[in-house]
């Protein structure tokens, strides 16, 4: 072979491994795709149970669940798969994925007509059996492995490899530092198993930790260690685009090898209210276990690992494991309580407990006694404290700056005096202190704050003696850059350009917009990119194509990194063009 195509094809593997050269374990990009459900074998009476055809679906999938437009609210619905080469897996029953949810009145959509996801490992064909028909169904698919199509199982099998042999390099170079010697168990963080594939739809909410809800997925226990951050990607995926919440629903997930995932977004330590338990989400937190025990049990590593994780979480929260908690229902379709029914439930319970719903499964529900002996009877050490901050402005232009402040009391209401608190933001996905202001003899403080990005932010109290550590929940600091027009036109002739220049700062992609005013109010008849030099620096035009009232601006649009930033929007008076003969003279 020439060595100019040796070369050549050097230079295409290199740019192919490129992205796995790295000392983390190699993810690969997830794929979401959606198919109608296909037709239905044989021709059942209407209210009569159905079985559809195998379905080849367009791309290899690990993950499949199912939606449909309209239909009884309890249905017995079961799906398998198989792959090209393969045989076909037991059914798997599956409920309606309104079991889980967010509490009603929240910002946060509820879905119908949804069935809980199915791990299927590789699977290339699907197949439903539902007890009813299902009008408008359609089968929802994703794929986390990187194997959806031909090409992405090359590509990804090219840098497995690479990756490794970096991360097997990586090992040899470097020595692992112990942990720290703490309560917390090991967490594996969001940034591991999802990066920016599952980033949430909006910021999170929070509430209390009294209880802890037990779950289970639904899917095969046969999976190996390697899927299982995989599977929580696929059902974050899920959760967030096919349910349309706001992100994955349950606080936490635990692996049958005792492995513990961080689940909804906004800080592990923090009271985040997830989408697990409708009706009962703001007092409590929720432990999914990946697979299905309506028939057997949950492993010994995993029941280790919730004890674990309910012995810091409750008494973090200022709970104790033991005894039982007091909750008033939000209502909802599946609470087994009517809205604003004060409910006492043990403080380790399964899903069933307050939900019409058959999980965590018959055989881990009975595990849940011996749950509750595993995390025995923790009760909070010291003094709770609380922190509370707030941004003013929350929102502003580039260059600027803001404060943060806040207060440090006791759970009481005491001012907690003389503490160093730590300002933090994300960067990276991982929190980072800016700042670490001391309270004042009120409990207060404050501090100034220049951020060239949006940043999620917090305030955390570390502990101090019998004071125990509190989080402020996140905040978004919202930055946006500043654009600017120099001596903007306000007057024109219809078929005559007008010209603008200006500077955006940072330099961003900015937009030209136009509005025309059409019958007493304005509306959007053009919008234009434009190119920014290096310094920011920009010039739009347009030409009106009627006499009458106009209004333009320069914008950027929002992105993860920056807010929207736009200028003032300047009124324009076009006129008739003036006459040849005038210009002449």
Request: one cysteine or more; charged letters at 20%; hydrophobic letters at 35%.
């Amino acid at each position: 072979m020439p060595l100019l195509a040796v070369a050549a094809i050097v230079v295409v593997l290199g740019l192919v491994a490129g992205p796995a050269l790295s000392s983390r374990p190699y993810r690969p990009d997830p794929a979401d795709f959606s198919v109608a459900g296909g037709s239905i074998a044989g021709d059942p009476a209407a209210d009569e149970g159905v079985v559809s055809e195998p379905l080849h679906a367009p791309q290899r999938f690990n993950l499949v669940g199912m939606t449909w437009t309209d239909g009884p609210a309890r249905l017995a619905i079961a799906v398998r798969t198989r792959a090209d080469d393969g045989e076909w897996t037991h059914w798997t029953p599956v409920d309606a994925q309104s079991e889980d949810g967010p509490d009603p009145g929240t910002d946060e959509a509820a879905a119908s007509g949804t069935t809980n996801p199915v791990w299927a490992g590789e699977a290339d064909w699907v197949q439903y059996r539902s007890s009813r028909r299902l009008p408008g169904v359609q089968l929802h698919f994703v794929n986390t492995s990187g194997t959806a199509t031909a090409t992405d199982r090359l590509r990804t099998g090219l840098r497995k490899a690479a990756n490794t042999a970096v991360v097997s390099l990586a090992g040899l170079l470097t020595t692992k530092l112990a942990g720290a010697a703490e309560d917390q168990p090991a967490i594996v963080p969001r940034e591991d198993w999802a990066g920016d594939d599952c980033v949430p739809r909006t910021s999170p909410s929070y509430g209390q930790v009294r209880a802890a809800y037990v779950h289970h997925t639904v899917n095969a226990n046969t999976y190996t260690a390697e899927e299982a951050p995989q599977i929580v990607l696929a059902m974050c995926r899920y959760h967030r685009n096919t349910n349309g919440w706001n992100d994955l629903g349950y606080n936490f997930v635990v692996d049958r090898f005792g492995t513990i995932y961080e689940g909804r977004a906004g800080g592990i330590e923090a009271a985040v209210i997830g989408a697990q338990a409708e009706g009962f989400n703001s007092y409590s937190t929720g432990i999914a276990n990946i697979g299905t025990f309506s028939d057997e049990p949950q492993t010994h590593a995993a029941l280790e690992a919730m004890a674990r994780l309910i012995r810091w979480k409750l008494p973090l929260h200022g709970y104790p494991t033991s005894g039982e908690a007091v909750m008033v229902s939000a209502g909802g379709a599946t609470n087994r309580y009517p809205s604003g029914t004060t409910v006492r439930v043990p403080r380790i319970l399964g899903h069933r407990d307050t939900n019409s719903t058959e999980c965590p499964g018959d055989v881990l529900y009975a595990q849940i006694d011996d749950l509750r002996a595993m995390a025995g009877s923790i009760a909070p050490q010291g003094t709770a404290t609380r922190v509370e901050a707030s941004l003013k402005p929350g929102t502003l232009d580039y260059g600027d700056e803001t404060t943060l402040s806040g207060k440090l009391t006791t759970a009481d209401g005491d001012p907690v005096v003389a503490q160093p608190v730590a300002v933090q933001a994300r960067i990276d996905g991982k929190w980072r202190t800016s700042s670490q202001p001391v309270t004042g003899s009120d409990g207060s403080f404050a501090a100034p704050l220049k951020p060239k990005l949006s940043r999620p932010v917090r305030v955390r109290f570390a502990g101090a003696g019998d004071l125990r550590s509190s989080i402020t929940p996140t905040l978004t600091l919202a930055v946006r850059p500043v654009v600017k027009l120099r001596h903007p036109p306000r007057r024109g002739a219809r078929g005559v350009r007008v010209r603008f220049a200006g500077k955006v700062k940072p330099r961003k992609l900015v937009y030209q917009v136009l509005q025309a005013e059409r019958r007493g109010r304005f509306r959007k008849v053009g919008v234009k990119a434009l190119r920014t030099t290096g310094t920011g620096a920009f010039r739009g035009s347009f030409v009106p194509a009627q006499t009458g009232d106009y209004r333009y601006y320069v914008a950027t649009k929002a992105d993860i990194t920056m807010a929207r930033g736009a200028t003032p929007k300047i009124e324009l008076r076009v006129g008739r063009p003036a006459r040849r003969n005038a210009i002449l003279r």
